[in-house]
């Protein structure tokens, strides 16, 4: 009989440069593709309904490429150590192939599957989610990078593999039985969100928009709210529909080398290596601060600030407009990300893991290593992370990234009648300008729930209090620019 391999899908929902896919390939091509619905993972509180419906999307797409090439997508339900032993009996596979994934849940779970295969038939994992596997760059000293810019110039110094073409051929059993794809309803999910096209057709597509229409004015468009200047690629990304490698080498081939726009671009990637890398070397930041000295930061935790920050009803403007597009499209531009992350953190006070989860329920790109990186950069308790003392005014930064408002008013409707100059501040309209305009404050749009300026002095005494060289473990990246140390990979 001819040498059968399974090849595990995960995270790597695409044929293109799919290195534990392309491996099997090399030995057979009488490959077995498999997806397993993981009760343990559908049951989390955090797996959202926007990411389980752009998956299910993704898995669509998914068979229609794998039976263009011959093959077919396999679809299974239950604990992946068992179904897999089942699918090795039924196909007498020789080998499980799949490519590895850093988070905690996931190393778990890889381990059951390899004990329980033993015997059974081989287990390889490959490295294939970042440009170059979490344990490559390493500094002198042989320990892991925590500071960005040179795990950046590390990875720059190193050859980034050429992608890889998808095989020709697949040629899957036809006698083996497959669940049919489910529906969100039937997993347990509803979502009313306006979301991206799943799959690794779409992300081929928007791949190729953005390098030829968007890369060009990347540099200087990206944190511009109201402009489409970011890729629209983080949930391809997030589902492995797209190689980071492919991303990469598109754009060095499409600008030349030291273009400010590949170069901002492709930082972002090494952005997403730098937290995958982090969260793999330092488990424990998925629940604590990576500087631990700051989980003993006493945070109110006000609830009632809590729930009008979700809702986007904080009568800030800029937050209003980040938090509702959240919640509408399962996405939230960087620059926004950043913003009511260090409103959350530093101005209502409240824990960053409250902020954090709330993010994990809703983003289409929720990742645990660069969402947990990022809000722990946000609220200075992470690595290579904003000094606690710069906090962010909301007001100061929706005027500078969205001078006019037109991002305030896309997603605010009850202030798009307001002129520009009071777009960011509504609570300092006269009464009757605030009748003419259809925006009385209290009534149409919540006055604002805070004081930024006190607020900001009770950051600067929390952060100061949990132990004695809590300031110096802050200040630590004084002195890194912020237009590369606020940037986390996430949704540029």
Same mark, same amino acid.
């Given at each position: 009989m001819t040498k059968r391999i399974i090849h595990w899908f995960r995270r790597d929902l695409r044929l293109d440069d799919n290195t534990a896919l392309l491996a099997a390939h090399a030995a057979t091509k009488a490959i077995v593709p498999v997806f397993i619905f993981d009760d343990a993972i559908l049951r989390r509180p955090d797996t959202g309904a926007n990411r389980?419906?752009?998956?299910?999307?993704?898995?669509?797409?998914?068979?229609?490429?794998?039976?263009?090439?011959?093959?077919?997508?396999?679809?299974?339900?239950?604990?992946?150590e068992e179904a897999l032993a089942q699918l090795v009996a039924e196909t007498e596979a020789a080998a499980v192939h799949f490519n590895l994934d850093v988070?905690?849940?996931?190393?778990?779970?890889?381990?059951?599957? =390899?004990?329980?295969?033993?015997?059974?038939?081989?287990?390889?994992?490959?490295?294939?989610?970042?440009?170059?596997?979490?344990?490559?760059?390493? =500094?002198?000293s042989g320990t892991p990078y925590t500071v960005f810019t040179p795990y950046k110039n590390a990875v720059l110094a190193q050859a980034i593999p050429r992608p890889r073409p998808a095989p020709d051929?697949?040629?899957?059993? !036809?006698?083996?039985?497959?669940?049919?794809?489910?529906?969100?309803?039937?997993?347990?999910?509803?979502?009313?969100? /306006?979301?991206?096209?799943?799959?690794?057709?779409?992300?081929?597509?928007?791949? !190729?928009?953005?390098?030829?229409?968007?890369?060009?004015?990347?540099?200087?468009?990206?944190?511009?709210?109201?402009?489409?200047?970011?890729s629209g690629l983080s949930p391809y990304l997030r589902f492995g529909c797209l190689s980071p490698r492919r991303v990469?080498?598109?754009?060095?081939?499409?600008?030349?080398?030291?273009?400010?726009?590949?170069e901002a671009w492709i930082a972002e990637l090494i952005w997403r290596d730098f937290y995958r890398q982090i969260l793999f070397h330092f488990p424990y930041v998925e629940t604590g601060a990576?500087?631990?000295?700051?989980?003993?930061?006493?945070?109110?935790?006000?609830?009632?600030?809590?729930?009008?920050?979700?809702?986007?009803?904080?009568?800030?403007?800029?937050?209003?407009?980040?938090?509702?597009?959240?919640?509408? /499209?399962?996405?939230?531009?960087?620059?926004?990300?950043?913003?009511?992350?260090?409103?959350?953190?530093?101005d209502l006070l409240i824990d960053w893991r409250r902020g954090e989860r709330h993010f994990m329920t809703h983003l289409v790109d929720g990742d645990l290593a660069a969402?947990?990186?990022?809000?722990?950069?946000?609220? !200075? =308790?992470?690595?290579?992370?904003?000094?606690?003392?710069?906090?962010?005014?909301? /007001?100061?930064?929706?005027?500078?990234?969205?001078?006019?408002?037109?991002?305030?008013?896309?997603?605010v409707p009850e202030l798009r009648a307001v002129p520009e100059r009071w777009i960011h501040e509504p609570a300092r309209m006269p009464p009757d300008a605030q009748r003419a305009f259809r925006c009385?404050?209290?009534?149409?749009?919540?006055?604002?729930?805070?004081?930024?300026?006190?607020?900001?002095?009770?950051a600067l005494a929390l952060f100061g209090r949990?132990?004695?060289?809590?300031?110096?473990?802050?200040?630590?990246?004084?002195?890194?620019?912020?237009?590369?140390?606020?940037?986390?990979?996430? !949704?540029?």
């Open positions: 389980v419906a752009f998956l299910l999307a993704s898995l669509r797409d998914l068979d229609e490429r794998l039976r263009a090439r011959g093959g077919r997508l396999i679809l299974r339900r239950g604990r992946p988070e905690p849940f996931a190393l778990a779970r890889d381990a059951r599957v =390899t004990a329980r295969l033993a015997g059974l038939c081989a287990v390889a994992g490959f490295e294939d989610g970042g440009l170059t596997a979490p344990t490559a760059i390493k =500094t002198k051929a697949i040629q899957t059993p !036809s006698n083996i039985s497959s669940d049919p794809l489910p529906t969100l309803a039937a997993l347990g999910f509803t979502t009313a969100a /306006t979301l991206p096209p799943g799959g690794e057709s779409a992300a081929q597509a928007r791949l !190729s928009d953005f390098i030829q229409a968007g890369l060009g004015r990347y540099a200087t468009e990206r944190d511009a709210l109201a402009k489409d200047g970011t990469c080498w598109a754009a060095r081939d499409a600008f030349p080398e030291g273009a400010p726009d590949a990576f500087k631990r000295a700051f989980d003993e930061l006493a945070w109110e935790n006000n609830e009632e600030w809590l729930d009008r920050w979700r809702n986007g009803r904080t009568g800030f403007p800029i937050v209003d407009a980040a938090m509702r597009q959240l919640l509408t /499209t399962g996405w939230m531009h960087n620059r926004a990300r950043m913003i009511v992350a260090s409103f959350l953190t530093k969402n947990n990186g990022g809000w722990q950069w946000a609220a !200075s =308790t992470g690595t290579d992370a904003q000094p606690y003392f710069r906090i962010f005014n909301p /007001t100061a930064q929706g005027k500078k990234f969205d001078p006019t408002g037109a991002y305030i008013r896309r997603y009385v404050i209290g009534d149409d749009y919540p006055a604002p729930i805070a004081d930024h300026a006190r607020q900001r002095a009770k949990p132990s004695g060289d809590a300031p110096a473990i802050g200040a630590a990246g004084a002195g890194r620019r912020q237009t590369t140390a606020g940037r986390r990979g996430s !949704s540029s």
